[in-house]
């Protein structure tokens, strides 16, 4: 079992940053990657970023620039910077991890809202 509480999240105005968090606790050798989505309403919910175990990256196009995953081993923490944020950014940001025997894992979720 994995557990994810993520944090970080809030209103900032368009161009602005805001750090996501996910800190997981639980079985975290089972962790294979990482990965943050998002929903916003009325829309499916989207791969924004991955990060294998290995150090490998993803990026939708939209955030390619803009945003960076990262992750601390040291306590056990998954980070999403994002910069030059847009309103369309705007949604529910959720951490998942996916372990050896392909669980997935979901954190709560995070609002983030960018105002025009």
């Known amino acids: 079992q994995v557990q994810l509480v993520e944090s970080g999240g809030g209103l900032v105005q368009s161009g602005g940053s805001l750090r996501l968090s996910c800190r997981s606790s639980g079985i975290i050798a089972s962790i294979t990657d990482m990965g943050w989505y998002r929903q916003a309403p009325g829309r499916e919910r989207e791969l924004v970023a991955r990060?294998?175990?290995?150090?490998?990256?993803y990026y939708v196009d939209s955030v390619k620039g803009r945003f960076t995953i990262s992750r601390a081993n040291a306590d056990n923490t998954l980070y999403l910077q994002m910069n030059s944020l847009k309103p369309e950014d705007t949604a529910v940001y959720l951490c998942?991890?996916?372990?050896?025997?392909?669980?997935?894992?979901w954190g709560q979720g995070t609002q983030v809202t960018v105002s025009s």
């Open positions: 990060l294998t175990r290995g150090g490998n990256t």
């Open positions: 998942k991890a996916t372990t050896w025997d392909s669980r997935d894992y």
